[in-house]
């Protein structure tokens, strides 16, 4: 474009590139305008008001849903924005609880930014919080206190045009108004699938993700229990900012010194139960495709899928792998050798996801009514354990998880990225490993953060046809396509957007920050020197002298309708 | 089925003719108020005692009578609710109000068969009586264009409609203009929106003609919520196929095929009626495919709401359509281009659709002459409050408020004096005497931070409180507020808490300047035009009446003597002769005592709601 | 889900208005003119007819006003507070209703079912100020006193039934 178009932003003139609203362009002008309910992954939705900027005839535009227009005067910061922005801000915290330094969002609170932004020194009207529906502690996965709900509408919106789940939805109106699911039911009694996007959307403390730290703590000041930890792979390059490290880095070596020093007895990594799953998975394609019964195979790794399935589609459970996830494999098999030991043990999975605390408490994963995984954390619980424990995690020497679980592959460390499962299945099932090859496998089209991405495959005799689906409104919209009789061979399906390195575990980023992370898990992959999970020695390892027959009893699962 | 405007045309010659050699008609209003008051069962009466007389009745046009009949019609709401149920006597125009199911009898006796005039039945307005509803001073002052047939004709009629020229209009637009032709027609009448804003529809419908897409709508705004006000809802209920013709013709206009109709829930006659009018249309080829063999199709669906007043903004109202919250949408894009199903949409309001047919037959000219320059074409107003005469009444734009007030309401009930008169609704203003004589339309009031919105009047007197008015309306809007952004969720609740304690008695200094703050972050912030305009009967009562809340913060003291809080009632021993009629009028049981002996108040009962005051027979209960 | 409910008129409803998500309103509307409020065990059930979520439609029924969650009475008393009754005393009209029949500002409807009273904004009959609506049969120049003696002869009318 020879003759670019400009808005001029406070007597700055700025280039209109597509945008589709003022916001992105303001943006661009090194102006973050305050917003409680623009996402640019989400509808507009325009409620909070706080974007408003005045034009050049004095009128107010919100600029979130202004389309731009070149030869716009804007003005973002006047007394008179100001003064409304302050009021908006007011007007919301009187109806907000106040419990600030006790709020499990304390410091990482929109709403609190924002008020110490606009010096909000004062509430002239009485607090009406208290009139809320008390918290909603019943799910595994995240509580609900709808006293600290600012009804932006963040979470109605991801939970349908992303996940497709609409658990949640506004209830009632005007100041009567409220998130609630239906009828107001726990939150575990509604068709929730624990994926916690609304979590990690949220602004204010409303949507937490629940805290297991306690008896996690409790488990490592306990000698007579041996605390062993698996670190699942998005984890490494998402701890990032808050402790002082780029997002996307890898600093798996660090997490297990910390976790080392906070006591932890064992530490490991859980890319190499992604190998195992690898393994099991690859076998129970290749057989399927044989027999030509039960495709397309469907991942089974993702819980909040699993749980999605079974909610909506429960007559495609057949479809749906039988192998457990990589986190309950490694579980299995740590909580079967302390029970041919003897030991006690208490095992704590590091996860990027929500929904593995509820997957942690199903009871296909209990052995003699324990559950395998003892305690599920996420990152940002790791975070901050790490914290807690005043450890200065920058200066942290890396060391190497322990043995006899301490080698993985590339193909487990990118199960953390949509795609990955895919590619470290056909790594798996490729006739030849060279370099050349891994690199054209590298290709086939499962990479990148499209929500939706097909290819064919060419494979033996046959072309398969394999769908890589990330968040769940996408996998509805290629389970329709099944249903109405669309082939399909291998379908791996993530419940959030990009996969596990955006899990609502994980501090909450946008879209560049999620390719940081996932450039960071494809390095890790190449600096391995195994890259395929058959050529992990600790896998044959394992099946001779661990698994052996018991593949079944340790390695899978079959959920049954309800 | 009409296959050509030649059969449409020869069908309206033969109902004209029936319709004119009817020689005895008698139309019972069948309008909401006169149902309340039993006029259904008078109908039902009447025709009982015309068949036990031996005489015919026919109660739908008939092209070929057998004989002398007797036309007994169910009409539309005749707009002066107040004096019904009411009976129009034709030929002769006369007008009998306050009819009972015993007067029925008397009525065929006379008036039918012995072609006298009842006078005990006719209008009487201090030492005069009128005879003819033409002459009756409410409805003389008034200019009827849109509500001309409401109250003649049989509104279940579509035989009727087209008898006195109906559907001529739809005739003339499909067979001898030019889409672009029919909107230039309404562009050039300047027709603005009746249902607020005052948008030019001829502007509208161009812009949903020029966009090339293959699906369009044309949806009506039925969703009157405004409290205290109903003419809407009469016109729907009392000639639907006016509206019904002004709606295809837009289609024709804009090259939409589908039509909506947005019905307020309360309105139940008015669903019936539209329901019957849009089967009648069908049947005759009207609506449906192939509108009297053209190439024209259009469909009308009706939609019910269920009850949210911000349904009445256009984008919300889609919404609800849509099955849907009804949550406005952050606009642009605006309706004409993303409106219904996202698709470009006419969505005008039922006085608007009602004024086309009009205008395409009798010529824009014809109706610039009408009203004022930037404001053609009359309004339809609902008069309520402390007047003498109440109803429905249409008055050209640019009547003054004194015409409308003394000429036609009557002036001020039980001599009280004229305070102020809330125009608009809960989105209106509060106008006051020095506004008398301005004249009313778009732009006038406009100036004075009033609208006309949806032409709801509530005339006050000096027992009204400003203060209890703005907060009735707050209470309004506050609980019709759809929640969706923060201005005006948290904005009219916080007003609200303001105002509640102001009237009673616990304002404090500031509250004032409070509100205004949030009077102009609301209406600067807000989403809608709803929430802008919420804060607005507010503003207005601070603005004009600033006084009476400065009494009730600083004084605690109500100047008009209206909010129940800050008054004080008792019983005045003296006056009081025991005889309970105030104690059996209290709805708490606040007041008790022994017969013949004084009674007394419990003040922590009382709610000061004022019945006893109105109960007692000698004014023995005074208010300190 | 729930076995014992029968769910013939839901599905009729839902025939007449072709399954269409759309027309979720309408279909809430026919359901409740049925059963005179909204049970709760249809809203599972049109979910999943509707292939919506059961919150969205839980959401859509309770934003507008005429939406009952709650069994209503046989006889519903809808006592308008329109600008035009509310200036000509509505309030102790309703205060009457709800003393007669032992209701409150925040319990609408007696336990045996018989009455529900309710508010509405306006009734469209403000010339006959002030006014209430029993089920369809609208009743004018309401007083307090009259008030009552519509109770009498509504409990008089289910007595006799």
């Given at each position: 474009m020879a003759n670019k178009e400009f808005i001029t932003v406070d007597g700055i003139p700025v280039p209109i590139e597509g945008e589709a609203n003022l916001l992105e362009v303001i943006r661009k002008a090194g102006i973050k305008l305050p917003t409680f309910c623009y996402h640019s992954e989400l509808s507009v939705y325009g409620a909070c008001r706080m974007c408003m900027v005045e034009n050049e005839w004095g009128g107010l535009d919100a600029a979130c849903s202004t389309p731009p227009r070149a030869g716009m005067k804007i003005k973002t910061n006047t007394e008179r924005l100001r003064r409304y922005r302050r009021n908006i801000l007011e007007l919301i915290i009187a109806n907000h609880c106040n419990d600030c330094t006790t709020c499990k969002n304390n410091l990482r609170c929109k709403l609190q930014d924002l008020a110490m932004r606009y010096n909000i020194d004062g509430v002239r009207f009485p607090n009406t919080s208290g009139n809320a529906r008390p918290k909603d502690e019943s799910s595994d996965s995240i509580s609900m206190d709808p006293s600290k709900c600012i009804l932006c509408g963040d979470c109605v919106r991801v939970c349908h045009e992303v996940q497709n789940v609409g658990a949640i939805d506004f209830a009632f109106r005007g100041s009567k108004m409220s998130i609630s699911t239906a009828f107001g039911k726990p939150l575990a009694e509604s068709p929730c699938v624990g994926c916690g996007q609304c979590v990690a959307i949220c602004p204010t403390g409303a949507l937490v993700v629940k805290n297991h730290i306690t008896p996690v703590w409790k488990a490592v000041d306990n000698p007579e229990l041996k605390t062993t930890v698996q670190i699942a792979p998005a984890v490494r390059v998402a701890v990032g900012k808050e402790l002082g490290v780029r997002d996307g880095e890898n600093v798996m070596g660090k997490i297990v010194a910390a976790l080392r020093l906070m006591g932890f007895d064992e530490v490991y990594d859980t890319s190499l139960s992604a190998d195992l799953t690898v393994m099991e998975e690859s076998a129970e394609f290749l057989e399927r495709l044989e027999k030509g019964e039960n495709l397309p195979l469907i991942t089974s790794c993702c819980p909040g899928w699993i749980k999605y399935c079974e909610n909506k589609h429960p007559e495609l459970l057949s479809n749906v792998s039988s192998c457990k996830s990589p986190m309950q494999m490694f579980a299995a098999l740590l909580k079967d050798r302390a029970k041919k030991n003897g030991e006690k043990m208490f095992h704590v999975a590091i996860m990027p996801c929500t929904a593995k605390k509820s997957e942690a408490t199903r009871e296909e994963f209990a052995t003699d009514g324990c559950p395998d995984v003892d305690a599920v954390i996420t990152t940002n619980g790791l975070i901050r354990m790490i914290k807690e424990s005043g450890i200065m995690f920058d200066d942290l020497e890396p060391e190497a998880v322990d043995m006899p679980f301490g080698t993985i592959s590339g193909a487990g460390v990118i199960f953390g990225v949509t795609g990955g499962v895919t590619e470290a299945v056909l790594r798996r099932v490729a006739a030849t490993k060279t370099r050349a090859a891994l690199l054209s496998v590298a290709n086939k089209g499962q990479r990148g953060m499209e929500g939706i991405k097909e290819f064919d495959l060419e494979y033996g005799e046959k072309t398969l046809r394999i769908a890589v689906v990330s968040g769940l409104a996408n996998a509805e919209k290629v389970i329709k396509r099944v249903k109405s009789g669309e082939h399909f061979d291998f379908i791996e399906v993530m419940a959030c957007p990009g996969g596990c390195i955006n899990g609502a575990g994980q501090p909450y980023i946008m879209h560049e920050e999620r390719c940081e992370r996932v450039k960071g898990l494809y390095e890790a992959d190449r600096l391995l020197s195994v890259r395929c999970s058959d050529d992990n020695p600790v896998i044959s390892e394992l099946y001779e002298n661990v698994i052996g027959d018991r593949a079944h009893e340790l390695l899978h699962v079959h959920y049954k309708k309800k | 089925m009409l296959k050509s405007r030649s059969e449409l045309s020869a069908l309206r010659e033969e109902y004209a003719k029936a319709y004119a050699a009817q020689s005895r008609r008698l139309i019972v209003c069948a309008g909401t108020g006169c149902v309340a008051g039993g006029s259904m069962k008078i109908y039902d009466r009447l025709k009982e005692l015309l068949r036990e007389r031996g005489l015919s009745v026919a109660v739908e046009l008939e092209v070929d009578p057998h004989g002398d009949v007797i036309d007994l019609k169910k009409s539309g709401c005749h707009g002066f609710c107040e004096i019904g149920p009411l009976l129009r006597v034709d030929p002769e125009g006369w007008l009998y109000t306050k009819v009972q199911l015993s007067d029925c009898e008397e009525i065929i006796e006379k008036t039918i068969i012995g072609g006298e005039h009842i006078d005990r039945l006719a209008y009487k307005c201090g030492c005069n009586t009128y005879k003819k509803h033409d002459d009756i001073p409410f409805y003389k002052n008034q200019t009827h264009i849109v509500l001309d047939q409401c109250g003649t004709i049989n509104a279940d009629s579509i035989r009727e409609y087209i008898a006195v020229g109906g559907y001529s209009a739809l005739e003339k637009a499909l067979f001898e203009m030019s889409p672009e032709a029919i909107t230039d027609e309404i562009k050039k009448s300047n027709l603005r929106g009746r249902g607020g804003g005052g948008f030019p529809a001829g502007r509208k419908w161009e812009q949903v003609r020029r966009q090339n897409v293959e699906q369009k709508y044309v949806v009506c705004?039925?969703?009157?919520?405004?409290?205290?006000?109903f003419m809407d809802g009469s016109i729907m209920g009392g000639d639907p196929h006016r509206m019904i013709e002004g709606m295809i013709i837009a289609g024709i206009a804009t090259g939409a095929s589908v039509g909506y109709i947005y019905v307020r829930a309360e309105y139940p006659l008015a669903v019936e009626r539209l329901r019957t009018a849009i089967t009648q249309a069908e049947e005759l080829g009207i609506l449906g495919d192939n509108i009297l063999g053209t190439e024209f199709s259009f469909k009308l669906n009706i939609s019910r709401g269920a009850g949210a007043f911000v349904c009445g903004e256009g984008s919300a109202l889609t919404a609800s359509i849509e099955g849907k919250r009804g949550f406005p949408r952050v606009k642009p894009p605006r309706t004409t281009e993303h409106g219904l199903f996202d698709k470009p949409t006419v969505l005008n309001n039922v006085e608007t659709f009602a004024n086309v047919p009009l205008i395409i037959s009798k010529g824009a000219d014809w109706y610039l002459g009408i009203g004022t320059e930037g404001s053609p074409g009359t309004k339809a107003f609902a008069l309520t409050g402390n007047i003498v005469n109440t109803g429905l009444i249409e008055v050209p734009m640019g009547t003054t408020l004194r015409e409308i007030i003394f000429d036609i309401g009557g002036g001020m009930r039980d001599g009280a004096e004229f305070k102020a008169v809330q125009i608009g609704g809960p989105s209106g203003a509060c106008l006051t005497a020095e506004h008398l004589d301005l004249p009313l339309d778009f732009d006038t009031l406009k100036k004075v931070g009033a609208m006309i919105g949806s032409g709801g009047l509530v005339v006050m007197d000096d027992k009204t409180c400003m203060v209890e008015v703005a907060r009735f309306f707050m209470n309004f809007t506050q609980n019709e507020s759809?929640?969706?952004c923060v201005p005006c969720r948290e904005g009219t609740k916080r007003m609200l808490e303001i105002l509640e304690r102001i009237v009673a008695g616990e304002g404090r200094d500031g509250d004032i300047e409070l509100l205004e703050e949030l009077a102009d972050t609301i209406v600067n912030t807000a989403l809608c035009g709803l929430g802008k305009s919420a804060p607005n009967p507010i503003i207005s009562t601070i603005k004009n009446f600033r006084e009476e809340y400065e009494a009730h913060i600083y004084e605690k003291r109500c100047p008009a003597g209206a909010c129940q809080k800050l008054k004080k009632i008792y019983i005045d021993p003296e006056l009081c002769k025991g005889c309970s009629k105030c104690a059996r009028q209290c709805p708490v049981d606040a007041i008790s005592g022994k017969i013949k002996e004084p009674f007394e108040i419990d003040l922590s009962k009382c709610i000061r709601c004022g019945s006893c005051l109105d109960a007692c027979p000698f004014k023995a209960i005074k208010e300190a | 889900m729930h076995e014992n409910f029968d769910f013939s008129v839901t599905d009729r409803i839902l025939a007449d208005h072709k399954c269409a998500q759309q027309l979720i309103i309408a279909i809430l509307q026919d359901i409740q003119e049925h059963y005179r409020y909204l049970p709760r065990e249809v809203f599972p059930y049109l979910a999943e007819k509707l292939d919506m979520s059961e919150a969205r439609i839980y959401s859509v029924a309770t934003f507008y006003e005429n939406f009952s969650l709650e069994p209503k009475g046989k006889y519903v008393i809808k006592i308008c507070d329109g600008t035009a009754c509310h200036v000509r005393h509505s309030l102790p009209i309703l205060e009457r209703f709800r003393q007669e029949l032992g209701l409150s500002e925040n319990k609408h409807t007696t336990d045996d079912l018989n009455f529900t009273v309710e508010t509405v904004s306006c009734l469209g009959a403000c010339g006959l100020a002030p006014v209430i609506m029993v089920n369809d049969d609208v009743y004018s120049a309401m007083t307090p006193e009259k008030a009552s003696e519509l109770i009498k002869k509504l409990k008089e009318e289910l007595a006799n039934a």
């Open positions: - | 705004n039925g969703d009157e919520g405004d409290p205290g006000a759809c929640g969706k | -």
